[in-house]
């Protein structure tokens, strides 16, 4: 059993800065890209930032220069820093994360519930 518990969503004005994390907990065995994804309302889930276990990152070009994912890979958590938001980041933020379990030869992929954004203009 593998959980991903996200937390530090809110509201918050334009211009303004907020910090995701993302705690994977359970039968690790190790765990390999983790990154967050956000889908508004009406629209279909977009990668937002994705970061290797050894570091590479990737980036939505609607929040290069903005938005920066960085992992503790002590801790199983992936963080999103969000500065200068805008009101189009508005949405429900979601952690991904590719683990394999313990006995297990193959990655899956998780899911955490989501932690709502919003940005006010």
């Known amino acids: 059993q593998v959980q991903l518990v996200e937390s530090g969503g809110g509201l918050v004005q334009a211009g303004g800065s907020l910090r995701l994390s993302c705690a994977a907990s359970g039968n690790i065995f190790s765990i390999n890209v983790m990154g967050w994804y956000r889908q508004a309302p009406g629209k279909q889930r977009e990668l937002v930032a994705n970061?290797?276990?050894?570091?590479?990152?990737n980036y939505a070009d609607s929040v290069k220069g903005r938005f920066t994912i960085s992992r503790d890979n002590a801790k199983n958590t992936v963080f999103l820093q969000m500065n200068s938001l805008k009101p189009e980041d508005t949405a429900v933020y979601y952690c991904?994360?590719?683990?394999?379990?313990?006995?297990?030869?193959?990655?899956?992929?998780?899911w955490g519930q989501g932690t709502q954004v919003t940005v006010s203009s």
């Open positions: 970061i290797a276990s050894s570091g590479p990152t």
């Open positions: 991904n994360a590719y683990i394999v379990i313990n006995g297990s030869l193959r990655q899956y992929s998780y």
